[in-house]
């Protein structure tokens, strides 16, 4: 039953990274330290970059354009059970929308250099929001599953399970 009209987003950048396939990409941005890349926001959009170079990180929010079919349970990547999807950041989801926390090198024009980038390159862009510890940080966390995980989260990369 829906409650509401479909939604529909517009890009408003294209995110540029080294990689091109699904497999063998870091699954978290503490996975890809070091990797850099660059986020190109499109020209209607550039003004909304005003000072944003003074946070060190940003909040990038896309749209996993090369994610397999919904699922509603996966297994994930650091585990080798299956969870519901929304007890995951497994790419298969009713909403393909993703999220990375990047390191904000710098800025020119329209374009943000990035490090520690998990993402795909030509991966389309929905909004950049500046990270913020005081709004984003909790102190008091679980962190259910994946206090059990399976393997180190620093070596971890894409083994083709959800991507095309």
Not at 42 to 50: A, I, N
Not at 127 to 150: E, H, M, N
Request: aromatic share 8%; net charge positive.
């Amino acid at each position: 039953m829906r409650c509401m009209e479909p939604i529909r987003y517009d890009p408003i950048g294209i995110i540029h990274s080294p990689f091109r396939d699904p497999m063998g990409t870091p699954i978290q941005p503490t996975a890809a330290e070091g990797i850099i890349g660059v986020v190109e926001v499109f020209p209607p959009f550039t003004r909304g970059l005003k000072d944003l170079d003074g946070f060190s990180h940003v909040v990038l929010l896309y749209h996993f354009h090369r994610a397999g079919a919904v699922a509603l349970e996966v297994t994930p990547f650091l585990d080798d059970e299956s969870h519901g999807v929304f007890a995951t950041r497994a790419p298969s989801r009713p909403n393909a929308i993703g999220m990375s926390v990047v390191r904000l090198l710098g800025t020119e024009g329209g374009n943000l250099q990035v490090e520690d980038l998990d993402v795909l390159d030509g991966t389309p862009l929905l909004d950049i929001k500046p990270y913020v510890p005081q709004f984003d940080a909790r102190r008091k966390t679980r962190i259910g599953w994946l206090k059990r995980r399976s393997r180190p989260i620093r070596s971890t990369r894409d083994d083709g399970r959800f991507g095309r």
